[in-house]
């Protein structure tokens, strides 16, 4: 109707009876601060070890993709832990349409930051990870990793890259990201030490 005004999303707190954290318990420490991604000109790349490399526009991916909900607790190696509501695209339906070399065993994420990390695509595929643009029910603001950020359950939140502008498939298992070559674990899985191999 004229005159209606859209009053935005309301952040959802409990889920099927569960109750969540919220947007504002996740903690700041990014290595360069939230940054401003701009969806207008935004683009993912999906290319390395692949045969059809491909760039996405932001509202391309929500508007084709099937998405996804699942409730997942981020544990930080500082000691604090959010549980939330993510909405997103599973990582390996984009995958899969870049069509991966038969070597191809790493999905490495860089971000708009400079940051990057990575998952073995194994893993990518059976715990169905998500590249996520919802919190609780609202849009990724800025500071929790607009556009996408990686969803990485049962490993620590240095594993869930923020600001994602690059999906790279990779033939090499041993690919250290920013805190894996500052000696973090390149697993970084919760039930181990957080430092070491």
Known sequence: MPGDRDLGSVEVRDYQGEKLGAIADFRENSIKGPQKVDRTTYRLRVDGAVATPADYRYGDI??????????????????????????GVLISDLVDRASPAAGAVTVVFHAADGYSTSLPLAYVRSRKVLLAYKLNGVELPPERGFPFQVVAQDKWGYKWCKWVTRIELSADPAYRGYWESRGYSSAGDLDKPSIGP
């Open 62 to 87: 929500i508007a084709r993709e099937t998405t996804y909900t699942k409730v997942v607790q981020l544990d930080c190696v500082e000691g604090w832990s959010v549980k939330a509501l993510w909405e």
